[in-house]
């Protein structure tokens, strides 16, 4: 779902996603629609996409992580290179198992940096601390991306 946004002078869509496995694999979902032609002049003008992409990421599957940064080519992985990159962002309950599924793309044609990325619930938790009640009822973690324009 597209929303504009504006800061200052500049103008930018923002996407925030939730993805399920129909009609394609969960993220895939989000890369055919993104850069398909009915989005293409939004994300030429700018713009962010930032949440739950559903790769299902782990030890397990360590490709679907590099499949998604190479289907998103035309956008800039806002965690890239940071200390925060590989850091699980989803608990599956049912699987008693951490994973990466949340992520924060911008478009490339925005001259930006990112200035902080954050996990907020895992910044002072680890690995196996995590249950329902220190996640405050969520299975994923918030994240918040300051940007230098």
């Known amino acids: 779902m597209p929303y504009t946004v504006k800061i200052d002078n ?10 399920k496995s129909a009609p394609f694999y969960y993220d895939e979902n989000v890369t055919k629609a993104v850069c398909s032609s009915e989005y293409k002049e ?4 700018g713009a962010i996409i ?5 790769t299902g990421h782990s030890e397990e599957y360590p490709n679907r992580y590099i ?9 800039k992985n806002c965690a890239l ?3 925060e990159e590989f850091k699980n962002t989803f608990f599956s309950y049912a699987q008693n198992k951490m994973y990466l599924n949340d992520f ?7 001259n930006t ?4 990325i954050k996990y907020s619930i895992h910044d002072n938790r680890s690995d196996n601390e995590y249950n329902q009640k ?16």
């Open 42 to 45: 939004l994300v030429n003008n």
């Open 50 to 54: 930032i949440d739950d992409f559903n």
């Open 104 to 110: 924060c793309f911008i478009s490339k044609t925005l």
């Open 134 to 149: 220190s996640w405050h009822g969520s299975d994923h973690c918030p994240i918040s991306v300051d940007f230098i324009f």
């Open 113 to 116: 940096n990112t200035k902080e």
């Open 10 to 19: 500049k103008t930018l869509t923002l996407f925030t996603v939730w993805t």
């Open 67 to 75: 499949d998604l940064c190479e289907n998103l080519n035309e956008f």
């Open 81 to 83: 290179g940071k200390p």
